[in-house]
């Protein structure tokens, strides 16, 4: 088991059980997530290009801003059409 650290207003740790990782890429589709801060599209620009190179299927999501959490209409259509998320952070 994993403990993260959420960087919320949460006052405790929680703790999330991780999923295993894929043995493998191929025939997968990983969505990338552009939280909207600057230059993060330039890291996903080139995980796009490593990911493919790899047998994956990539599908590219944008946050309307980095101040607020993805919107439920958002994460749902992520959750319902990618098998893994990869998140942009950049400054």
């Known amino acids: 088991m994993t403990i993260v650290l959420d960087p919320t207003a949460g006052k405790a740790a929680a703790s999330i059980e991780t999923v295993p990782r894929p ?7 990983v969505g ?12 996903l620009d080139r995980l796009e290009e490593r990911l493919s190179e790899r047998g994956a299927t990539v ?6 801003t980095f101040a607020k ?13 990618c098998d893994a998320v990869i998140e942009a952070l950049a400054d």
């Open 59 to 64: 599908a590219r999501y944008t946050k309307p």
């Open 23 to 29: 043995a493998s890429l191929d025939g997968l589709t």
């Open 32 to 43: 990338l997530l552009d939280i909207s801060k600057a230059r993060g599209d330039k890291f």
């Open 69 to 81: 959490p993805a919107p439920v209409d958002l994460r749902h259509e992520i959750a319902s059409n």
